[in-house]
């Protein structure tokens, strides 16, 4: 497995910059947005790996509610917080484009809000474990998680009927856009996906090991009576 | 690319984020490396 | 009457006394909202007419902060002699001490707003343009909504360090969807709008984590 990871990163590297060459040089340029249009190939593949990865959050906080492994709660942890660095990278690009495009930073449309809530409600988990003691928190947290995750139909109900009037600014009517523009997309959002995939897998060895030596503590100060029980 | 600050802007955005998210890792895993070294005198 | 009733009844009438001999949670809850109402008055010029567009949030955001401080306090009383961990131990369902909970904040919280509300209608001068009865039912979904997440997370945050900080942490962001269609709701009543939409959201909303939270509150007492 050790020799598999430095191979992965190399292709991941190698797919990262293939996708940015065809976000870049490859996908024509959008007539009436122009080179901003570009931020697309970002900013819409974050979403959806954002996405992706909540819902890998969900359904390992089910797994480890009816099944109690420590493994179902490490990638809960993982893929909730990789799920909001990449939740940030959306939040971050979206301004960056609507400013030129709309000439505003942020408007309380539908996809902004509902992304922003969904940010808010995932950093709050994120708060729970880190502020809870460490014994509990895989069952707090994965309970959170659940409401959370069941949270999100509402979110979007409301906010779809809360601002019903808002502009189609992401590929809209949808099928009118250009095949190369789609290739780019799609590249971006696969070599993003693999980015993810290693980042969580690292994050995954880190917070393994984490655990093998706070058990190591733990396990030290049990053997050697002589600090504390004094 | 240069006549496009936006463009540039979001695009370095995404990977200051990630790069940083990476480098809080790595610093907790070269931590833990040091904790290790530590349990095993 | 059968056994989980009955503890329901005992806990929540111990509450209830409880609340009535101290009258702690609802004289704080009291204030503090009058506060809200004062403070809020200073932003925008209360007796225009456009008061009635932002009353919804300004009624709802009160009566928010005001439930927070007494869902701080549903648990903490039960920490100090170590009751919570008797209930623990003991047979008693977990689910009937949490539907106590619930019921004992809904009416602490009900009482605050029907003791508010005559307060708000006189300091904004506000006259309803649509039917009142289906306030009545925004007011019933909306406060078992806060009140059901919020005794839920109140037993979760105190689990953790800083819990007074953390109820809100945990409690706002996952309400949002109540909160829009709490204030969404009384500004189209207030407004004479329809707001059917919001009301069946709301009640969607409360059958849902009505549901979930008592599958799940006997995991979050039990967590060790």
Request: charged content about 15%.
């Amino acid at each position: 497995m050790k020799k598999v990871f430095p191979i992965l990163v190399v292709l991941t590297g190698i797919l990262l910059s293939y996708a940015l060459y065809q976000a870049l040089v490859v996908a024509p340029t959008e007539q009436t947005m122009g080179n901003v249009q570009r931020i697309f190939y970002y900013h819409v593949p974050s979403a959806w790996t954002a996405f992706i990865l909540f819902f890998v959050n969900f359904g390992a906080s089910i797994a480890y509610l009816i099944k109690r492994r420590p493994t179902a709660d490490i990638i809960a942890l993982v893929s909730a917080e990789v799920g909001v660095v990449f939740c940030t990278v959306v939040l971050v690009t979206g301004p960056i484009w609507a400013r030129p495009v709309w000439g505003i930073w942020w408007t309380w449309d539908m996809r902004l809000t509902s992304t922003l809530v969904l940010w808010l409600i995932y950093v709050s988990y994120l708060f729970l474990r880190r502020f809870s003691s460490s014994g509990e928190t895989p069952l707090l947290a994965a309970a959170l998680a659940v409401l959370g995750a069941l949270c999100v139909p509402f979110v979007y109900f409301s906010i779809w009927f809360f601002r019903t009037q808002h502009p189609q600014p992401v590929m809209g009517g949808g099928g009118s856009i250009d095949p190369r523009m789609m290739h780019a997309l799609l590249i971006n959002w696969l070599a993003f996906s693999c980015f993810a995939f290693l980042v969580c897998w690292s994050r995954y060895r880190l917070e393994k090991l984490q655990r093998e030596v706070d058990h190591a503590h733990a396990m030290k100060s049990l053997l050697e009576p002589h600090g504390s029980a004094r | 690319m240069r006549q496009n600050p936006y463009l540039f802007a979001a695009y370095a955005a995404t990977w200051i984020i990630h790069i940083t998210y990476l480098i809080t890792i790595v610093r907790r895993y070269s931590r833990l490396q040091r904790e290790i070294e530590g349990l095993k005198k | 009457m059968s056994a989980p009733t009955g503890i329901t009844r005992a806990t929540l009438l111990k509450d209830l006394r409880l609340e009535w001999r101290s009258k702690d949670a609802i004289n704080s809850m009291l204030f503090f909202s009058l506060l809200v109402v004062v403070v809020f008055s200073f932003s925008f010029d209360p007796t225009a007419e456009e008061s009635r567009q932002i009353a919804g949030g300004l009624i709802w955001v009160a009566f928010l902060f005001a439930a927070v401080v007494a869902l701080n306090q549903t648990w903490a009383r039960e920490i100090r002699n170590q009751v919570l961990d008797a209930y623990r131990v003991s047979p008693a369902p977990a689910n009937s001490l949490f539907l106590a909970k619930t019921l004992g904040n809904f009416i602490f919280v009900t009482v605050l707003e029907a003791l508010m509300t005559p307060l708000f209608i006189a300091f904004y001068r506000l006259h309803s343009l649509g039917p009142e009865w289906q306030l009545l039912l925004v007011a019933i979904f909306g406060t078992w909504a806060l009140v059901v997440n919020g005794t839920f997370f109140a037993a979760m945050s105190l689990r953790t360090r800083s819990r007074e900080i953390m109820l809100p942490l945990l409690l706002f962001p996952i309400s949002i969807p109540a909160i829009l269609a709490m204030v969404q709701s009384t500004t189209a009543i207030l407004n004479g709008e329809g707001a059917r939409f919001w009301i069946v959201l709301l009640a969607t909303y409360d059958l849902v984590f009505t549901t979930v939270c008592l599958l799940l509150f006997e995991t979050v007492l039990n967590a060790e």
